[in-house]
């Protein structure tokens, strides 16, 4: 089991840029997928980044690749999540979450974070 907790959110401005910080707690981070959803008021939770165990493999959303980077440190047991160019259609709840298969999909990822919301204003 892991337990999730992201940081690293709060208000910049349109263009700016934003690293988000998950860390995980447990032994085994190192064995799992993490991936990156955000989520608007209404609106269901949307994958945004993945990433493979040990970093060799990344996917993302058509509207944040080439903006996004993911990436983790295992010796850290943290993911990240660089955000660049931001547009204010990124303003969310950004949640981190761990899976043991690869995967897009929400229901593929068995763990996650409490969320921290990025605002970005015009």
């Known amino acids: 089991q892991v337990q999730l907790v992201e940081s690293g959110g709060g208000y910049v401005q349109a263009g700016g840029s934003r690293r988000l910080s998950c860390a995980a707690s447990?032994?085994?981070?190192?064995?799992?997928?993490m991936g990156w959803f955000r989520q608007v008021p209404g609106n269901e939770r949307e994958f945004v980044a993945a990433?493979?165990?040990?970093?060799?493999?990344?996917s993302y959303a058509d509207s944040v690749k080439g903006r996004f980077t993911i990436s983790r440190d295992n010796a850290k047991n943290t993911v990240y999540l660089q955000m660049n160019s931001l547009k204010p259609e990124d303003t969310a709840v950004y949640y981190c979450?761990?899976?043991?298969?690869?995967?897009?999909?929400?229901?593929?990822?068995?763990?996650w974070g409490q969320g921290t919301q990025v605002t970005v204003s015009s």
């Open positions: 990433i493979t165990w040990n970093g060799g493999y990344t």
């Open positions: 979450a761990a899976a043991m298969v690869a995967g897009m999909k929400e229901y593929e990822y068995a763990y």
């Open positions: 447990g032994r085994t981070f190192s064995s799992y997928y």
